[in-house]
């Protein structure tokens, strides 16, 4: 993949399987309906909240390049997306943060109390659901999965001295908090296709996650408020030491060091001081070089697809490496 | 069951699972290990926390007694009280509470957003087991239990009208929130049994569960501090209206009621206006409804064990319905 890649729209990548991400948000609805009004209510909220279902597009995607017919393959996308929802659920509430896709999250419309519960909720229906399906081979993978993404939001809240936070550290960090569902989507989209294909899709699937997860962290220092719908800057004032910052903190002199320090000692950091650092990151280098560094993962993503037979799904799914990278928001 | 139940204690009832119950401590700490330290020392005050063991036991005793003998009970003893565990966690996190089983609770000792996420890796690692063993029913009657608690959760949360709360929806509320649990660690025990003794143990458990819920719920209206380890009156002080509440509204006097509205108006309760009504819902008979209610539960759940052949593990689950209504804390 070359330093300039052309912008994919995800609409472009969601083309081969457009009929099916329609089936997946009714699946997505069956799934979580209840018989009690509060629940619904809340339910309700959520599937406005639905976001751009880019986890169901790697499943059925990974799922027709590597040739599989599974007709469960549409309801395990929608249990994908159900426990990417319930993991957001409970992320915003334990981050306090009030607003998710342009909406109110659960914890701000309705209660903390309220977005711990329907989290559980939503987790144990996706389980339900895979219990019915009967396919034991995604209930493994997904709880796994699960279960490292817990792993994940710990190794969030650990990181006591915020400027010695290694790349190591945060390497562990981003695979186990988003590129773990990633890879686990694309893995069990090709549960039933030949081995090589789903070690070849679990693979791409963890490489494209940490690209993805490296871009968000760019697009925190790059991009104005107008364009993400948060904050610019938003995890230097919460703290969140992210690869920019690593890499930059690497070559900076002593002078900024001190100011990194001084803003991770802020409890709440002021403009001024935040704007400062984003500058000294770039000035050191720290956004080229994440840059670079989600560039490297994308090309080693995009090498894995060359398993797969040419189509036009596995041509999407290199495109969803483009939108990975690519996108500003 | 005569009114005059002699008073059985729960190493009694443990006595003829005593020695799988060792073991079910060990698979605990097995199944929740981490590499990540801070997921161990959470784990490490868990595990210090450990309670009595109660949904084990059943479920032991219930295999034992259905004459099963599947090596994965003591595992799937362990899955249970994971799930149990799990759920206080977040039940703790939810209500805020400092204190469990005479130690601070995750969310008082570590913190809330910790409380949230290993609720989720606890859940997460009780499902990975589950997979682990292949044990397909299991994961079924658990994962239904499990979503069903948070439903219950659910209607705790609800109850807007506190004066109008009737005994249907309490009744829903503690099955899904208590007796759920309880029925689904009788099942599992007896998945290898024939369907005529899982059944009856999967309605023994739920009949057991509602009368130990409502003497949980009586408990807070009898018991002292000094025995329960939580304050007397708690429930009233949360606005949770319990069976002894409910019953006595339906006889007391326009007075009384307004003396209850005005404790359900108050935003913190004193200590007087609690004491008050305490006195107003024993003067009413609710108690003594409420004692009444439970005690026909567990003669109907005693009736449940008759199909059963006689065995030290049948008299244990009989001897468990009287530890559940005779218990002081």
Redesign the interface.
Known sequence: MSQQVTRVSLRDVQRPVAGELEQVVLELRRVIA?D?P??SEVNDHLLQMKGKLFRPTLLLLSHQAAGSKDPRAVTLAAVVELIHLATLV?DD??DHSVLRRGLPTINALF????A??????L???A??EL?RL?D?EA??VL??V??EM??G???Q??AHDKLAYGEGAYDALIRAKTASLLSGACEVGALTAPANFRQALARFGMLLGMAFQITDDLLDYTEPEAVTGKPSGLDLREHKVTLPLIAALARMPAEGRTVVAELMDAAEPGDDLVAEVIRLVEGAGGLGTARQRALDLAQQAEAELDVLPASPARDALQGSIAYAVERRS
């Open positions: 209840a009690f509060s629940v409970h509430s334990v209660s903390h109390q309220i711990v519960i329907m989290g559980d909720y987790y144990s229906r389980i339900i219990v009967d034991h209930l493994r709880a796994r699960t279960n817990t792993v939001e710990m190794r809240l650990e």
